[in-house]
């Protein structure tokens, strides 16, 4: 039977996805981050869940900061069968120059595994029979509609082969100064961005990027400037600085349904009430907050905050 379902893990500042995609005949299971691995209760969370599941197919690390990067190392550590086979989507940043703790760690867990950059031209080799995997230029391209009935397409949108050269290269001079903390926000803005396209369902995925930076590519993809978006996962816990032009591209799509991941009761920051109200006020009628943040102390008529302790969201 044919299926596409998300879910939100873990509670406080972090990010956590597991997407499952199955045809008649495959399973596909996606994890995306593993949130910062302080939260106990949040890792048991995500390691019950892939529990249910006797591999991990792919990994998607998105950037790495300790809030995305962090709790993969205990998760992967503790399950390791699991990840034995997993291909790995991250694009390096010790490969040449070793100074961040977390990336360090990871990158020498992964030495094994087979790891791709989200700037090749081709990924049809490291597809699934249920997944399809494809490139910023092939999307712009390829009308997925056609195939979507049999397989989901996943499509590596950003950052682009300059955007990973730009974090390497940071990286290389704070060596040379005898520092090794990034530019955070260079970081964030270099986030991987991906496209999930199946059964006529699209998802949208966007880190902690800065979203006026990829609106235009993701308006370039074929037969894609009148299409209906049915999820997007707001950029940096909701930071306004970071979602700016959300609003206009969430009407024009038809979008309704956001996860938000934020600290566990709302500071009216993460996600920002500014950009709730744009968002509220700009989209006709209602719209879902799909979010693990204690949002009771902010009320909208037209918004409607989903919190459960059942994190599959419904598509």
Known sequence: MAELKVYNIGKGLGDCFVIKISNASWTSI???????????????QIKEELYKHDKIDYLVITHIDADHIAGILDIMKSEYEKFKRTIIIYNYVTRRVVNYQHAKLFEEMILDNTVIPTCRKDYMMYSSPCLKILSYEKRCKFDVSEEEKNFAFLTLL???????????????EKQKCGRIQPDGELVNRRSVVFLLEYKGKTLLFTSDCYFGDIIDKIESLCNFKDKKIDLIKIAHHGAKKNNLRLSEFAEKHHCSKFIVTGEERWNGKHPSKELLEELAGMIQGNIEIFT????????????????????????
């Open 158 to 172: 950003y950052p682009d082969k300059q955007g990973i050269i730009e974090v390497q290269n940071d990286y290389f």
């Open 30 to 44: 996606i994890l995306v981050d593993g949130r910062n691995g302080k939260n106990r209760e949040s890792i048991d």
């Open 292 to 315: 693990t943040v204690d949002m009771s102390a902010y009320t909208n008529e037209n918004t409607r905050y989903v919190f459960s302790e059942n994190p599959c969201i419904p598509l």
